[in-house]
């Protein structure tokens, strides 16, 4: 078909046809078989006798009994009914059902009213005509309607199995891709045809890329292991094309995703690390039965939390957020996964800030929560060394009241997320979120008979709100440059629903003021991570060895207080637990009459917005703390000069407490 009639038939004509009634487009099919079905027994018995005058229905009633004997069955059968667009194998077994029903009744009809004088085998001929003209024209229309133009997305699929027909077979039907071949690592499927496309070896890709002029590669393995996911993403990578990839068979299964759910390629499949996994004792032991709440229900991880703890089936889950729209997203999204899979879990979506203790006492005592998730926190490290007051507010003084409202109502567990910040900070949010935890672990060492606190320290996740990932990936559509800190720079990764999930399981194992770790496994370079988001997505790197590449890599230099790599443990003293992801931290903290002191003395710094006295008061309290050399915090630069403060930094008995705190811890460290 040449370019001029295939753009008629694109702009013209399968849009009129598309758009006309359902009824006129139900009374062109009947018409169609009205007028063939009589043309396919005139052809058998032409085929038959070997001549164009049969002498056989002369009066022409053999030909209008096989017309009223096939049209009521086909609509019987749902034949008018279905939408010729999505025609699929399945309709081949009604089309035959109904021709060969068809056929007998009018066996029937001959042999009992009729002339007697056709053979069976015309009738056996007709069948196999009646059969190929239904079936057969109903799959051309299909093929007319959504056949591919000129503009759509030449694919390559990469796995030939049941996932990859799948998708081959939805990309076909929705005409925006045009799967042109499959690849598969299978020597017995190679060379073979799945859904009439070739299937190929991996070597002969680059030659096939070319040649058929691929754009895209999606990958079709919902099952495969992170571990070869990324093993067959190292070898497609230099191919530069676009990759893709279908959602996960858990995905699928749960109705999250359809297999034509066409995405990028997960950045987790870069880590290479397959997910341990789960005890079931250890996820049921804080929340089926029970009364759970979530605090920051809405943030990245929060909302993951709640996902898994709604599959656990507590009583009832709690969602706290401050954020009215992120709430409204999460309840939505939890509400219908309750009313889908008819969970008996109550859904209780409550605004509130942790920061408040007496709204978040009465929410633990009205809804008799007995575990605790505090994943509310401020956690963008520019953000937070910008707004320090707020930061110490809302990562210090909302986990110390929402674990005093627990106390006072009586939870039994109060698990803070934390983060791989808090070790050797070097900026507000690691120094409040470390200070957080001592918060805990003072309480603990004050005594709380009731209330069980631990701590789960991990490092970076994807695709969370804080991720460079989403970022990374917003700059290379846009064109770039990808902008990379520090080409040394290091981080610790884990997926959102990995990490939600040790989190469940560690804060069933803790005594009392323990500090989970999470193992992420090695760490990556950020700019290495940049590069190969870049060539997932079919692009080149420009630098010095390849000036005409596609994408820049651009580096902005450290941010204030930003560390080239970040640790996940203070000191050596570290054990094994249940689980082989899970490590138990043995860490230093201190007495509650001194936390006290220090949390006293930082509110009232924090109610006279005296940034100097509140750094002050953290370095003394978290003594790993290593402060950039000035404040950062916005409105504290702008101020010239400063506000007088009008009252004194601590006595000199708080200091020296504080300064023999600090040298005890020093010497307590590892150099």
Known sequence: MSPERKNVRKRILVPVLASLPRAVKRFIMVAADAVMIPVALWSALVLKFDTFSTGIGGSGWLYAVAVVAALPVFARLGLYRAVIRFVGPAAMFAVAVGVTLSVVLLGVYDRTIGTHEVPLSAFAIYWALALLYVGGSRFCARHFLTGHDRGAVRVAIYGAGEAGAQLAAALKMRGEHQPVAYIDDDRKLQGSYVNGIEVFDTTELPALIKRAKIDRILLALPRASRHRRREILRNLESLHVHLQTVPEVSDIVAGRAKVDDIRDVDVADLLGRDAVPPNATLLDACIRGRSVMVTGAGGSIGSELCRQILQLEPVRLVLLEMSELALYSVERELRQVVDREQLDVKLVPLLGNAYHKHRVREVLQTYHVQTVYHAAAYKHVPIVETNMIQGVHNNVFSTLYAAEAALEAGVETFVLISTDKAVNPTNVLGATKRLAELVLQGLHRRGSPHTRFCMVRFGNVLESSGSVVPLFREQIRSGGPVTVTHPEVIRYFMTIPEAAQ?????????????????????????????????????????????????IEIEYTGLRPAEKLYEELLIGNNVAGTEHPMILRATEHSLPWESMQRILDDLLTATRLFDCDRALAILRAAVAEYAPAPQIQDLVWAKRTPPMATPIALPDATKVADFATHRARQGQQLPN
């Open 502 to 550: 040790l989190v469940l399981q560690a804060g069933s194992m803790g005594n009392g003021g323990d500090v989970f770790v999470l193992d992420m496994g090695k760490p990556i370079r950020i700019d290495h991570l940049a590069r190969h988001m870049v060539r997932l997505m079919g692009l080149t790197v420009r630098d010095e060895d390849n000036p005409d590449g596609d």
